[in-house]
């Protein structure tokens, strides 16, 4: 069984900032990446930011330079910090963490940014 357990978003104003977090459990052997996408109403689900084990961070056009994706080995846990929030970026974000073999998904969480 692979827990993963995604937390840290909310209402925000336009320009604010989210801090996600997402943390993954159990019968993880060796992750080979992970990645947080997200899902707007009446929209298809859409990349956002992916960090891999060997390095090399990627994130969608859309959010350069306003999103950052960390990780932190130790606690199988993935972060992407937030700032400079627009309207658009309103959608339920979803964690994915893949071990080379297969991606499991989280809960989503959601994030709505408005005045």
């Known amino acids: 069984q692979v827990h993963i357990v995604e937390s840290g978003g909310g209402l925000v104003q336009p320009g604010g900032s989210l801090r996600l977090s997402c943390a993954a459990s159990?019968?993880?052997?060796?992750?080979?990446?992970m990645g947080w996408y997200r899902q707007a109403p009446g929209k298809q689900r859409e990349f956002v930011a992916t960090?891999?084990?060997?390095?090399?961070?990627v994130y969608a056009d859309s959010v350069k330079g306003r999103f950052t994706i960390s990780r932190d080995n130790a606690k199988n846990t993935v972060y992407l910090q937030m700032n400079s929030l627009k309207p658009e970026d309103t959608a339920v974000y979803y964690c994915?963490?893949?071990?080379?073999?297969?991606?499991?998904w989280g809960q989503g969480t959601q994030v709505t940014v408005s005045s």
């Open positions: 960090i891999p084990s060997g390095g090399g961070l």
């Open positions: 994915n963490v893949h071990n080379g073999q297969r991606g499991y």
């Open positions: 159990g019968s993880i052997f060796s992750i080979v990446a």
